[in-house]
């Protein structure tokens, strides 16, 4: 482990950003940054099934079907991390990844 992410191979994957403040020991929503492949990872709560319905039950975007493809999911994260999405944001944009 490094200071900043997690060595894979010997080379640093993801950098952590943030974990939600007010986590336990278990379910603790997360952001990272993987530079590497240009996104964010995001581990959060699995949506319930009438939020999973909602999302998925119309389209939202012009010429985008209704539904959850299949290698997708809908997750949620409490709003106190909204400063952590932000950082991992500012520092992807810092480093030209967007």
Known sequence: MTA???VLGGVVGL???GIDPETGKEGSPT???DRANR???IQ???AEEDLEAEVGGRSWA???EAG???HEAVVWFPTRMIPILR???DDAERDGLL
Request: hydrophobic content about 45%.
């Open 4 to 6: 900043t992410g997690l």
């Open 39 to 41: 996104r964010l990872v």
């Open 68 to 70: 959850i493809p299949g």
């Open 87 to 89: 950082k991992a944001c």
């Open 31 to 33: 952001v990272w940054l």
């Open 44 to 46: 959060g709560a699995k």
């Open 62 to 64: 012009p010429d985008h």
């Open 15 to 17: 950098d952590f950003i």
